[in-house]
């Protein structure tokens, strides 16, 4: 197994996502041995910790989600024993002097070879501001590699998003600039390509020919709870759609690419987004919904959470008919939701065939073919055929071929995210023109929707979303075929 050095400066390194996701995915990477010996860890923030009570603060986090079967204390203590803090604050530009004495040291001692991470884990507002000092003080190494890698939100709508990445590609080259989408490196949405472009079945009817349409659903069971402050600037449209759904429906709707690499995939991704058709304000209300959610069993309305304003109009609650204007998928309508208070939590792809062209059984109703991609929480492919009922006469019945992931210990998206950044390989990270086109599509939906007062709440907590996000489907003659509200 290959070894990969680095040093890694996460900035943000007291923050949740370091807490909750970077320390156990690193702490995973470290115990299958994709880094041992050659790599070190720099958290700063404002916080003013010691190495010592960084250290535990990293152990806590990993005792705390890496499930127990799979480390030992001793294991615990030694990864744990590469990190160093430094109280940092990223308008200082002494402080850049100081870290980049500690990272020339610690480069020195784990022999890294001048490899460096940079994990910008804070507000995007200070991108641009981490970025010029990192180079005009040069931590950037002139041997080795060095990558930053930035989180969602990227942008607020393109405007925003276009100074963000020019005020990064000032001082690192395009190639270097990791935007990281955790839900790219989810096991299920990493197999979409494989089912697609593996098997010579779904490679021949994926197409408008043998598709009727498809539904994607990222449902929450949640309400807003602590990120109230941030959604109330940013609403499901710009938390979800713009990038989790839009990636996973590039996915879904992009051609084959030449080669299974990191280029050829992109370029065939932002094919795809760019093929979305952009709508007139009067497509956005005949192909999109948007809702809030009200009160339920035992649950505030969107309006009554804390830090919420009383007359909030910000959507809990996205449903929309894309149009995908490509030779592949001319025709084939792509359904999308997301929200919060939803009556379950799941991730799920719904690919809908076309119904048999002419039915031979006569008096018998055939059902269309569905393939179904569980992305969470069960990480199951199942496939919907028809087939003959085991009684007497000639009944059908509509029969799911399955498989579910029992791997307890595949790892988690973080975890591989990192491992291909280490690696190299944007394949699995979000390119700059993706942003662009997704942004493009995205803003046609606000700017229209910011013209009109929308009549919230319009949805009960615990339910699936707005009684306008059946009919949308309905219009088309379709239904969703996931609804959890409803037993077999």
């Given at each position: 197994?290959?070894?990969?050095?680095?040093?890694?400066?996460?900035?943000?390194?007291?923050?949740?996502?370091?807490?909750?996701?970077?320390?156990?995915?690193?702490?995973?990477?470290?115990?299958?041995?994709?880094?041992?010996?050659?790599?070190?860890v720099i958290g700063t923030a404002r916080r003013p910790w010691t190495d010592e009570h960084y250290r535990e603060v990293v152990a806590d986090s990993i005792r705390g989600s890496v499930d127990a079967d799979f480390y030992t204390e001793a294991m615990v203590e030694n990864f744990a024993d590469h990190f160093y803090y430094q109280?940092?604050?990223?308008?200082?530009?002494?402080?850049?002097?100081?870290?980049?004495?500690?990272?020339?040291?610690?480069?020195?001692?784990?022999?890294?070879?001048?490899?460096?991470?940079?994990?910008?884990?804070?507000?995007?507002?200070?991108?641009?501001?981490?970025?010029?000092?990192?180079?005009?003080?040069?931590?950037?190494?002139?041997?080795?590699?060095?990558?930053?890698?930035?989180?969602?939100?990227?942008?607020?709508?393109?405007?925003t998003a276009t100074e963000l990445n020019q005020s990064i590609e000032k001082y690192f080259p395009a190639d270097s600039i990791f935007r990281i989408d955790h839900y790219l490196g989810k096991v299920m949405i990493q197999n979409i390509t494989a089912i697609r472009f593996g098997n010579s079945i779904f490679r021949n009817l994926?197409?408008?020919?043998?598709?009727?349409?498809?539904?994607?659903?990222?449902?929450?069971?949640?309400?807003?709870?602590?990120?109230?402050?941030?959604?109330?600037?940013?609403?499901?449209?710009?938390?979800?759609?713009?990038?989790?759904?839009?990636?996973?429906?590039?996915?879904?709707?992009?051609?084959?690419?030449?080669?299974?690499?990191?280029?050829?995939?992109?370029?065939?991704?932002?094919?795809?987004?760019?093929?979305?058709?952009?709508?007139?304000?009067?497509?956005?209300?005949?192909?999109?919904?948007?809702?809030?959610?009200?009160?339920?069993?035992?649950?505030?309305?969107?309006?009554?959470?804390?830090?919420?304003?009383?007359?909030?109009?910000?959507?809990?609650?996205?449903?929309?008919?894309?149009?995908?204007?490509?030779?592949?998928?001319?025709?084939?309508?792509?359904?999308?939701?997301?929200?919060?208070?939803?009556?379950?939590?799941?991730?799920?792809?719904?690919?809908?065939?076309?119904?048999?062209?002419?039915?031979?059984?006569?008096?018998?109703?055939?059902?269309?073919?569905?393939?179904?991609?569980?992305?969470?929480?069960?990480?199951?492919?199942?496939?919907?055929?028809n087939d003959k009922d085991y009684d007497t006469g000639f009944k059908m019945k509509q029969l799911p071929l399955a498989y579910r992931n029992q791997n307890r210990d595949c790892p988690e998206a973080y975890e591989k995210l990192l491992h291909d950044l280490l690696r190299g390989d944007a394949t699995n990270f979000t390119h700059?023109?993706?942003?662009?086109?997704?942004?493009?599509?995205?803003?046609?939906?606000?700017?229209?929707?910011?013209?009109?007062?929308?009549?919230?709440?319009?949805?009960?907590?615990?339910?699936?979303?707005?009684?306008?996000?059946?009919?949308?489907?309905?219009?088309?003659?379709?239904?969703?075929?996931?609804?959890?509200?409803?037993?077999?």
């Open positions: 197994m290959r070894e990969e050095k680095a040093l890694f400066i996460i900035f943000g390194g007291t923050g949740d996502l370091a807490q909750r996701k970077l320390y156990p995915a690193l702490f995973n990477l470290y115990r299958r041995g994709h880094i041992q010996k050659s790599f070190a109280s940092h604050n990223v308008n200082d530009t002494e402080h850049y002097m100081i870290l980049k004495k500690l990272a020339q040291q610690l480069d020195d001692e784990y022999e890294i070879g001048g490899n460096r991470v940079f994990y910008l884990a804070m507000s995007p507002r200070f991108f641009g501001t981490i970025a010029e000092h990192l180079k005009t003080q040069k931590l950037v190494t002139d041997h080795g590699y060095n990558r930053v890698v930035v989180e969602k939100p990227f942008g607020r709508d393109l405007a994926w197409n408008n020919r043998y598709i009727d349409n498809i539904q994607i659903t990222l449902s929450e069971s949640l309400g807003v709870e602590e990120r109230a402050c941030y959604y109330e600037t940013a609403g499901a449209l710009r938390d979800m759609v713009q990038n989790h759904i839009l990636q996973i429906v590039s996915l879904l709707t992009m051609n084959a690419p030449v080669s299974f690499n990191d280029q050829d995939l992109r370029q065939e991704k932002i094919s795809a987004l760019k093929s979305l058709k952009v709508y007139t304000p009067d497509e956005v209300a005949h192909n999109f919904v948007r809702g809030q959610y009200g009160p339920g069993e035992g649950v505030h309305a969107y309006r009554d959470e804390d830090n919420i304003a009383d007359d909030s109009a910000i959507e809990t609650f996205v449903a929309g008919k894309l149009e995908v204007e490509n030779m592949n998928f001319a025709g084939v309508p792509v359904y999308i939701r997301t929200g919060k208070r939803l009556a379950t939590k799941a991730t799920r792809i719904d690919v809908i065939f076309k119904k048999m062209p002419t039915n031979i059984f006569p008096g018998v109703a055939l059902t269309n073919n569905v393939l179904s991609i569980d992305v969470d929480p069960n990480e199951e492919i199942t496939l919907y055929i700059w023109e993706e942003v662009k086109y997704s942004w493009q599509f995205v803003d046609a939906i606000r700017s229209a929707w910011d013209m009109e007062t929308p009549a919230f709440p319009n949805y009960e907590s615990g339910s699936m979303g707005p009684q306008a996000a059946d009919e949308l489907l309905a219009r088309d003659g379709k239904q969703w075929f996931f609804d959890p509200t409803k037993t077999n």
